[in-house]
T-cell receptor
């Protein structure tokens, strides 16, 4: 069964460093998303991406964040200058019909 | 008032019990309603998806949406220890992309 994959599974970085989280969505899907889940808190929407542009973003997704689909398979989330409060689990999701989203296993980001 | 409210539990039931999980919401524009299951340190897994009001059944799982009361439910029949997980309700407005999640209810099914 096709699935969303994410790399790395864990990332530790120093405050102020740039990180890039990578996702490979399901191959025939057209809509891509990033969510985050701070430990013990709810899953929060960050951004959705369709047709090579951002279709919707939350107030969390400020200028420190960017997304890109650099080729036909990868979808990336970049955090330019990480803060302690960026420590969270980051989930990528994709869908082919905008109605059901399939989530990847997540990348656990720890900012020290 | 929070946009989506969900009792975090934990909810502990014996094996074979019927489990009822619920969420309330405040935004009447929500049209798509989902239930996800999340095991510890894993990504959410879609269980049920419902558009607008009504019931939907899939095996041991039944999802209900009551838009007039802004209330959704997930029922699990013949619960199994493998059902032990956190259950997240989620919803979205029609034509939108942003999915709003509840806090999740932790369920423990005891053998």
């Amino acid at each position: 069964e096709p699935e969303v994959t994410q790399t790395p599974s864990h990332q530790v970085t120093q405050m102020g460093q740039e990180v890039i989280l990578r996702c490979v969505p399901i191959s025939n899907h057209l809509y891509f998303y990033w969510y985050r889940q701070i430990l013990g808190q709810k899953v929060e929407f960050l951004v959705s991406f369709y047709n090579n542009e951002i279709s919707e973003k939350s107030e969390i997704f400020d200028d420190q964040f960017s997304v890109e689909r650099p080729d036909g398979s990868n979808f990336t989330l970049k955090i330019r200058s990480t803060k302690l409060e960026d420590s969270a689990m980051y989930f990528c999701a994709s869908t082919g019909d905008s109605e059901t989203q399939y989530f990847g296993p997540g990348t656990r980001l720890l900012v020290l | 008032q929070k946009e989506v409210e969900q009792d975090p539990g934990p909810l502990s039931v014996p094996e074979g019990a019927i489990v009822s999980l619920n969420c309330t919401y405040s935004n009447s524009a929500f049209q798509y309603f989902m239930w996800y299951r999340q095991y510890s340190r894993k990504g959410p897994e879609l269980l049920m998806y419902t558009y607008s009001s009504g019931n939907k059944e899939d095996g041991r799982f039944t999802a209900q949406v009551d838009k007039s009361s802004k209330y959704i439910s997930l029922f699990i029949r013949d619960s199994q220890p493998s059902d032990s997980a956190t259950y997240l309700c989620a919803m979205r407005v029609g034509g939108g992309f942003k999915t709003i999640f509840g806090a999740g209810t932790r369920l423990f099914v005891k053998a």
